[in-house]
Structure formats: C-alpha cells, structure tokens
C-alpha cells in the first residue's frame, strides 16, 4: 500500500498527540493509475493530521485515515481540489457537479477534433496559413486545457506524471514549428482519456451494482401499523413486512408467510429457496410470489450484504504481489525514461553534430511513449474485475493476493464436517452397556452436550427431544471440555463422560462384544459417542452424517483442473474417515485428528514449499484455515466468525464454487501477465521506433494510450462468459426439475 505518512497518531491544534480515528473514502474523478495519484498524496503529505492515503484505481476512490481534531474531510478533499482532482466525499455531492464538472472534458474534446479537422484542411489545400495555425493551436489548447492544469499541479508538488509528460511535448512540438503533431496529439490523447475513463467506469459499475441490491426503503409493522422507513431506521426485532418483488432490508428470521426466495445475488445459489416461518433471511436476497413478515436480527449496516460490500471494497485497497512490483518497478522506470529522452536529445547535438530539432523532436516522442499508466493499470482492473465476478457468484476474497494464490494452488484440505458432509448429523443407534434403559443414557449424554456446541451436540439433544419432550433435561455442573475427545461433568451427583473411545483409556475400556458393535457401525460410516463414567462406558451413541450431494462432482472438478493432492482432515475415527471418503475422490484420509494434528499437517506442506488451501466450516478449523495459503470457508452467509476465519469465504454451502474460484484465479493470473508483457513489449517497440525517427509524436498518443485502453478492455473480460449460476439454473429447467 501506499501512504502519505507511515504514523499512527498526529498532533492535535491544541497540540496534543491524537490518535488518527477517522477513516473516509473520496471518489477522486480522473484518478486511473499511480502517477495522476502522486501530487494527490503529495498534497496531503503536507496536511497536519492526515495519515495513511490508500488510493485504488481500480474504483477511483482513495481512503484517508486522519485526526478528526486536526483536520477534517472537506479540507482533505479542497487539498485533493488543489492537486487538479474534483474529489467526492462518500458520493454526497455528486448532485452538486455542474456541467461542466460532468461533461467538460467531452466538450474540450469535441472542440480539439473540430479545430483540429479544419485546421489540417487549410494547411493541406496550403491557403490561410495563419488562419490553420491559429486553428490548430486552439484545438492544441482545447485538447490539452485539462492537461496541463493536472502538469501544473504535479509540478508544484514535485511530481513527474503522464500529463506532465503530455505537457511538455506538446509545447516543445510548438516550439519547433510542429503546429499539426501538437494539435494531434493533444486531441488524441484527450480523446483516449475519455474512452479510458469511460472504460474504467463501466469496470466500477459493476462494482456499484452490489450497493444497488440494498433497498433505500421498507414497510415495517409496529404497534402504530405499518409504516416505509429507511432501513438505516429498521431496529433489531422490527417486523418488516415482505411484497412479492420486493428485496430484503436487513438478515432476519420469518415470522409468517411462505415465499420461494432467490438468494442468488448473496450465495450464488442456482435455484430461488423456499422460506418457512424460522427460516432465515439475507439483505439484498429477492423475495418471490409470496407474502413474508421478518423479524430483523440485525441492523442494516452489519448485514449479510453490508459485509459483503466492505470486503469487496476493503479487497480493492489490498494489493496484489504483481501490483506491488509494477508500481516499484514503475518509480524507477519513470525517472530513467525522462534521463533517456534528455540524453536523446542532447547527446547527437553535442557529440555528432546533428541537428537539434531532429532529435529535440525524437526525444518528445520517447516522453510520450515513456508513460507507463497501461502497465500501472494492467493489474489493479484485472484483479477488481476478478473480485466482482467471484462476488456475482457468491465468493468473497479478502484481497487480491488471494485471488492469485488460489490461482497457484494445487494441494487442498478438507475439513469432514460441514464441509464434506452437511454438517447435520442424526442418531441411527442407541445401545446400552448396562442396566440403564437406552433412553436415559440418551439423557444423560444430552445433558452434558447441552454445554457444547459442536455439531454432534446438537444430533443427541435433537434425539433426546424426541424420546422425552415432556420432561426437562437434568442440569450439569462442572462441566468441562476434552479437546479433541468429548466432554466431562456432573449429572444429578455423578460424573460422567461423552465423548470418543479416546476418551475412555483409548478404548481399551470397551469389552470385546461392544468393541466389535462399535467397530461395526464405524465401518458403516457412523461416528460412535460413549457414554460412561470414569474409564467405564455404560452405552454408545451412533451417528451419522451424509455427504453433500455436489461435494463428488466439486472434488471431481478439482482434479480436472490439475489438484495433486485431496485430502481430508477429521478428528473423526479412521473407519468413519474411510467410509465418507469411499464415497468421494479424496485420495488421503487423516482422522482422529485433534485441532493442534490439522495445523501441523498443514504446515508441513507449507514448509515444503507447496501452494495449500483449507477448506473448512470457519469456527473450529480456524487455526488450520491461518495456516494454510489460502483459507476457504464454507456456507459463511450470514456467519460473523467464518467471515473472519478465512482468506476466501464461499457464502453458499457449494463445494463447486471451489472449482469457479480456481479457474478465476487463473485466468486473472493469465491475463495480468498478458497485460504487463504486452505493455512492455509495446514500449519497448515504439521507444526503438522513436530513437530511429520512425515514429511520430500522434503515433506515440495512439500507442501509449490505445495500450491502456487494450489493457482494460483485456481485463474487463473478466466480468463477461459463462455464469455458473446461470449455467445450473438452465441445467434444471431442462431436466424438468422446478426451477
């Protein structure tokens, strides 16, 4: 990242030390690459109470962390004014634009190419000399009006940049009589600005479309009646009040109604849901042909979609590695372009007596092939335009490094439960050891797990709910958690123990006969809970869950795509492992596996040099999720801890949208490194061209900037092809399945 000042508190006017509180986010107009950002950041540079400056291209905005004591927003954004930007503090004023703020450059433009069009006639049918030049310099002037404002302020604060650049070739064009080449080239390259920046916008649009899925208003029913509120007013417990057709405010859980709902825009999920009362609602999800009434759980701005926007936009201020060595590389490449073009320029004059204007005239042309804005920008449009579409398809990534290194990655992890499996496990058996009645070994397990929340909890609660609904379950005390084994507490007087035949003396407490009925239903593929006390099991729960209906076909896909390595994690028994991978093209299986097990497995890979992802449900994986490269989590729609846990959150329960998000990847790889060799190449060819007197001073406008303008048409292909979602939703209509 890039920032004004690498400081985390300013001093105050009162002259005390602050800390820097405040965070804003300025759309700055025109800002497009590294070097129209420098005089911004040298502007605020000079700011009391300004601290990091993180500009992002690919959305032209720039995020200013500051001492609100020292400084606040509309100063930023006058300095930003200063610099040669119109800077926009979180879009309040765009109704404020005038016209010419919105449309002038259109409007210079329009009169450069009209100037410029009459003046090359009169030059070419050779009458009215003076009436052609004064043409052409008024379409010079006219092309170059907003140039060279942004070369006058990148000059007062010490900065070299492309309309510095620009600038000066122009006037040196002028200087040596080249009326025409001036002309042309300022028209040119007014007119590729504004194609770049309309380029770039339809990039940003689809960005902005997330924000469009948030409704402004919402029919919520209190005890006065119904009433249309903002939603930044909806309160947690509010009950809105759901049309056919309308989006949803805020996450919630329906109260009434039933509705098909279509949570693609949020999951990616291919077929709209169905909505019960108790089922759960996401911001920005469009309700059906049915009527719902919500209760909010939370408030708008801590939504399913609300966090959805942030990371996208906290992933577009993240640099990719390949971002971060352009934009290095770029700082030395500008200077040492500018040394050349002097050197052009005064070395054959003095040393070879040739003329000065020749190759005065060929240095212009080297200044402006030298602007490396399509190799600043061949990163940042790639990876924003990634992000979007894996946001489309209901994959978050934290940043674009991430997106490069899933791209990299060909050894994955996977956790078993809620991963592999639906994470929903069921009891299939009750057993007991002893005289106890099946039914109250049930109790006493649900007692204790009523503490726990790990998945299998919730299996044997569940059950003991349907043996005795009528009576409430015992209180334990002191209870306490095994890691990795089961839990230990105190039941009506006694203490007892639930948990994995790890827990019971590694299983050397169970008699031959109830060793070999365990062993039997792990090798049905079920996980076995004892239940017991002190080193004597006094019966056996067995459960089972079932694997995901699309985890095969996303493991399959994997492997097409070149995986090397699929393998599960589980702290599940080594019989149980082997049935649920039996069923699915996983080549290793790990169980038995305590928390500390997975990161050490994890991190041997690491260390061996190879690109690893995690794949895990985000809450008890979190440790090995830190550990991998990337991070992927699970089914993390509307889930505050997996959103945290991991690099990559997949916010439906898909496991093939591991296989879009690799292929992405790639092909965002495929296409940076396409755009910084054609950048290069295409530098490299005209500056040879130029130093030779082969290319012209329009010739260098059309190749610097038709290069930018490939570059982000190449990136925006990212936001184009086949959907997935789309494809599956088609896929269903023609097998005649309710879509």
Known sequence: MESVKDRESANCACGDVCTLASRRVFRVEGMDCVHESAPILSALSALAGVGRAVPSYADSTLTVEFDPHAVTAERIAQAISEAGFKARIDDRTAEALSFWERHGRLVATTVSGGTLAAGLILQFLDVQIPAARTLLLLATVAGGWYVVRRAWQALRHRQMEMNTLMATAAVGALFIGEWAEAASAMFLFSLAQLLEARSMDRARNAIRRLLDLAPKEATVRREDGETRLPVDMIMVGDVVVLRPGERVPVDGIVLGGTSAVNQAPITGESVPVAKTPGSRVLAGSLNGRGMLEVRAEKPASNSSLA??????????????????????????????????????????????????????????????????????????????????????????????????????VRTFFFDKTGTLTKGKPEVVHVQSFCDLPESELLRLAAALESRSEHPLAGAILEAAGRTGASEPLPAPTFVQAVPGMGIRGTVNGGIYLVGNPTLFDNGSALSGPQRGTVEEWERKGATVVLIGIEKMPLGMVAIRDTVREEANAGLVELRALGAGELTMLTGDNPETGKAIASQLSIDT??????????????????????????????????????????????????????????????????????????????????????????????????????????ATLWMGVVADMGASLFVIGNSMRLLWGSNATKDRINNTIEEGSPA
């Open 307 to 408: 966090r959805i926007i942030h990371l996208v936009e906290n992933a577009q201020a993240q640099r990719a590695r390949s971002q971060t060595f352009i934009d290095g590389f770029a700082r030395y490449y500008t200077p040492a372009m500018i040394a050349f073009a002097f050197t052009l320029v005064v070395a054959p004059p003095l040393l070879f007596g040739q003329p000065f204007s020749t190759w005065l005239y060929r240095g212009l042309v080297v200044l402006v092939i030298a602007c490396p804005c399509a190799l600043v920008i061949s990163t940042p449009v790639s990876v924003v335009c990634g992000l979007t579409r894996a946001a489309r398809e209901g994959v978050l990534f934290k940043g674009g490094v991430y997106l490069e290194d899933l791209g990299r």
């Open 589 to 694: 299986v790990h169980a038995g596996l305590l928390p500390e097990h997975k990161i050490a497995i994890v991190r041997e890979a690491v260390e061996k040099g190879k690109k690893v992802a995690m794949v895990g449900d985000g809450i008890n994986d979190a440790p090995a999720l830190a550990q991998a490269t990337v991070g992927v989590v699970m089914g993390a729609a509307g889930t505050d801890v997996a959103m945290e846990a991991g690099d990559v959150v997949l916010m439906g329960d898909d496991l093939r949208k591991i296989p879009f998000a690799v292929r992405l990847g790639r092909r965002v790889l495929g296409i940076i490194r396409f755009n910084i060799v054609f950048s290069l190449v295409t530098k490299a060819l005209f500056l040879v061209l130029a130093t030779l007197g082969m």
